[in-house]
């Protein structure tokens, strides 16, 4: 079936460490992919997407590239900083049929000064 | 414009007890949506309604009702709470309920059953 698989967490940096949580997925077809954010105390967040392979999306510093080969969607950011301290989830979505996102399980986050 | 908004944030249960989780957009969405996140897991969809008058089971609808209210409001309810339904709830909604669509969350409701 259709799975996201997320690095397991808490992930613990210095604040301008350089950031990698590793998505992969296990599909049937080619899904877009999404990277969500949950801040303490608030509901999840769109934080980047990219639709098809190769596609590289970006928001906030972060990026992360669509890879067909390794059916892999890795998050990464250059210098963290404390403000992102949060919870991160890897996502998949295919188009046609309803709205529905597969997640992963998500991956905690803490920056320290 | 406060999006998304679920009550109650947090609630306790004992085995066999009823409640109603409440969730309502002022976003003017026509879909809406249940998740239920557990430790270790992704999030898992309960039940959606890809429009007003219409709902329709997701992954794991099993011991959960819901009603659309009106366009604003999608309601959760337990009839008789199970110590397998603690997880954090998350409402969700959208404009549209195919694939286009970005899915806006609330903040979650955290339900302990014991």
């Known amino acids: 079936g259709n799975s996201v698989t997320q690095m397991e967490g808490p992930v613990t940096l210095s604040e301008e460490a350089f950031l990698t949580i590793n998505c992969t997925y296990t599909a049937t077809g080619y899904p877009s992919l999404f990277w969500y954010v949950q801040y303490p105390g608030e509901g999840l967040q769109l934080l980047l997407k990219a639709t098809k392979a190769d596609d590289k999306g970006s928001n906030k510093g972060f990026e992360a590239t669509y890879r067909k080969e390794t059916t892999s969607f890795h998050l990464e950011k250059g210098s963290v900083q404390v403000s992102d301290s949060a919870v991160y989830f890897c996502a998949l979505r295919f188009s046609g049929g309803y709205n529905k996102l597969i997640f992963g399980a998500g991956t905690r986050l803490a920056v320290h000064p | 414009n406060a999006g998304v908004t679920q009550t109650p944030k947090f609630q306790v249960l004992k085995t066999g007890q009823s409640m109603t989780l409440q969730c309502a957009q002022d976003?003017?969405?026509?879909?809406m949506y249940w998740y239920r996140q557990d430790p270790g897991m992704g999030l898992r969809l309960i039940y959606y309604s890809a429009s007003e008058g219409t709902t329709d089971k997701g992954e794991v609808p099993n011991g959960y009702n819901v009603s659309r209210l009106n366009k604003r409001e999608f309601s959760l309810r337990l009839e008789s709470a199970a110590p397998s339904q603690t997880s954090v709830y998350f409402c969700?909604?959208?404009?549209?309920?195919?694939?286009?669509?970005?899915?806006?969350f609330g903040p979650g409701t955290r339900l302990t059953v014991t």
């Open positions: 976003m003017n969405h026509n879909s």
């Open positions: 969700a909604s959208s404009a549209g309920g195919t694939a286009d669509y970005e899915q806006y």
